[in-house]
């Protein structure tokens, strides 16, 4: 399918530019695809040069599950919408699967690999040739066990193809007008447990409902680490003197109520990849 006629965003680099017209001509080499869209920064902006190259060639799916908080499924309903893609909303399964449960250093590859499959299965249902994800530059050096299901299953990246970085994918993003361009980085609920802690619906709820309180306290970038009956808040940098001083009643009652005895602020603040850190896994059964 021919691209569609486009204005070139301004205020880039050359090398910026240069990336973004890499996107689109890998884009145009497509000729339809099934984007896995989560609402967030990268499958945001992969899913806006989609659109804006295929057109009607293009299906956003999104999978749901109790790892996936309603928040950001609205939020993705949303951004579709307004970006005039078709979409599409499924119900992920990890946590039916004993490997994932029981929660080990690869339990992303698991969860990856059962939601491709799906991705796989639904791009040949709509005669879409491929299916991509929004990995990019930055994530090739963390710890992400799910990059290997997408080499079996056949997933492309094309932000990765495009040689863009996370900067890169913010700054595009801005110039592009898109909402995500700020938003802070967001991973599955599941992310929130040390590896060899078992991941059961009960404790997702609990990491979920702790964290939805502060969101509604005003934080934005946060995470609530579960150890047992200790919540271990990580925060940005803003938002530590906050939930330390003025909001510290309001926090203590919104974690405790979600079902946790102690709640401990982590002094180095959020960061990602921070269950990464330990050199053991956690068991706690």
Wanted: glycine share 10%.
């Amino acid at each position: 399918m021919p691209e569609s006629s486009h204005t070139r965003p301004s205020g880039l680099s050359p090398e910026l530019v240069e990336k973004y017209d890499r996107l689109r001509a890998i884009m145009g080499t497509l000729q339809g695809c099934v984007v896995g869209f989560s609402g967030g920064v990268d499958s945001t902006l992969l899913l806006a040069v989609a659109v804006e190259v295929l057109g009607k060639q293009v299906l956003a799916v999104t999978a749901t599950s109790e790892t996936y908080p309603e928040r950001e499924l609205a939020e993705a309903r949303d951004l579709a919408a307004a970006l005039g893609a078709r979409h599409r909303v499924i119900v992920s399964e990890e946590l039916d699967l004993p490997e994932f449960r029981h929660n080990p250093r690869n339990r992303c590859y698991y969860c990856k690999k059962e939601l491709f499959g799906k991705l796989i299965a639904i791009a040949v249902e709509e005669g879409l040739p491929f299916v991509l994800d929004g990995t990019n530059i930055d994530d090739l050096g963390d710890h992400r066990p799910g990059r290997q299901a997408a080499a079996e299953i056949g997933v492309r990246s094309p932000l990765e193809e495009a040689g863009l970085t996370k900067d890169d994918i913010r700054a595009l993003s801005q110039a592009l007008g898109l909402p995500t361009w700020d938003k802070p980085a967001f991973a599955c609920l599941s992310s929130r447990f040390p590896y060899g802690t078992a991941i059961t619906r009960e404790r997702v709820r609990q990491v979920g409902l702790a964290e939805e309180s502060l969101f509604k306290l005003g934080f934005r970038t946060l995470r609530v680490r579960y150890h047992g009956n200790v919540a271990r808040l990580e925060l940005g940098p803003g938002e530590f003197i906050q939930a330390t001083t003025t909001l510290r009643d309001q926090v203590l009652q919104g974690v405790k109520a979600a079902g946790f005895t102690y709640v401990a602020v982590d002094l180095q603040g959020y960061r990602t990849g921070a269950m990464n850190e330990a050199n053991s896994p956690e068991t706690m059964e």
